[in-house]
């Protein structure tokens, strides 16, 4: 493995926030990429507590060695609005996982995380081109995770949320580009779903409820999860004894890796 190259007073900082913030794989993704590319920089957690949020992404705007800022739970809706400009996809989904420094001092918002998402499916052999797609979860990650099926030709996506506003929010803006193909609920619709994931933080701790029940899947399907640590979470433990084909969250920001180097212009 190549070794990363010394920190110094030349090194370019990038920084990942969230809350909780150890569960993170970016920088053991993006660090070794750094070094391979001989680019001197270097991708730190940030422990960003939503109360603080707005006055940490202040702080981060203004240091001048900083170019990058990458986003996880809970945070990618509520950073769209301190971002100074954004894409066309943090405009359907709402939410954002990476921004950058303009060349005129502006930070730019964009979201990977459908993109990578279905990238890793589809390189795994899951093509969701006409499936029916169960999703748990309508916050940032299940935003753009929804978005990116519909975008890759899935036939009909049911959405659950708890929260009311958020899920209809959602449906809106994905009816605005595939009308009719989404339906919502607060509890789960696995009916004929053969790909059911989790966007929720739902398995981050070994105390926590299932997203959905894999029981309730037909055989055989696809179950899909987009916590990374753990790699095994209960819910596709679960899944894979039912003898359902399990799908790890690492695929995810696997397939974002090459998304990320031309944002970021790491290929300069």
Aim: proline content about 8%; charged content about 20%.
């Amino acid at each position: 493995m190549t070794d990363n190259p010394p920190i110094s007073g030349t090194t370019r900082l990038y920084v990942v926030l969230g809350d909780p913030v150890t569960q993170v794989q970016s920088p053991a993704l993006m660090n070794p990429l750094f070094a391979r590319l001989g680019i001197d920089a270097v991708l730190v957690p940030v422990h960003a507590e939503p109360a603080q949020l707005r006055r940490i992404v202040d702080g981060l705007r203004h240091i001048g060695n900083l170019d990058g800022i990458f986003v996880t739970v809970p945070h990618k809706t509520a950073v769209v609005d301190l971002a100074d400009r954004h894409s066309p996809t943090v405009e359907i989904t709402g939410s954002a996982n990476a921004l950058r420094r303009e060349a005129d001092g502006h930070w730019y918002a964009e979201n990977f995380d459908g993109l990578g998402f279905v990238t890793g499916l589809t390189s795994a052999g899951h093509d969701p081109a006409g499936a029916h797609v169960a999703l748990a979860g309508a916050g940032g990650a299940g935003s753009a995770i929804a978005a990116a099926l519909l975008a890759a030709g899935a036939e009909r996506l049911a959405v659950c949320d708890p929260d009311t506003a958020k899920r209809e929010a959602l449906r809106a803006r994905l009816d605005r580009h595939w009308p009719g193909r989404t339906v919502t609920s607060a509890a789960p619709l696995l009916d004929g779903a053969r790909l059911a994931v989790n966007a929720t933080p739902l398995g981050l701790r070994p105390d926590d409820p299932l997203p959905f029940r894999p029981e309730l899947l037909p055989p055989g399907s696809v179950v899909a999860d987009i916590i990374m640590k753990p790699r095994e979470t209960r819910l596709l433990r679960e899944a894979a004894e039912l003898g359902h084909v399990v799908h790890h969250g690492i695929h995810m920001l696997d397939g974002q890796l090459d998304s990320y180097r031309a944002f970021f212009g790491l290929d300069h």
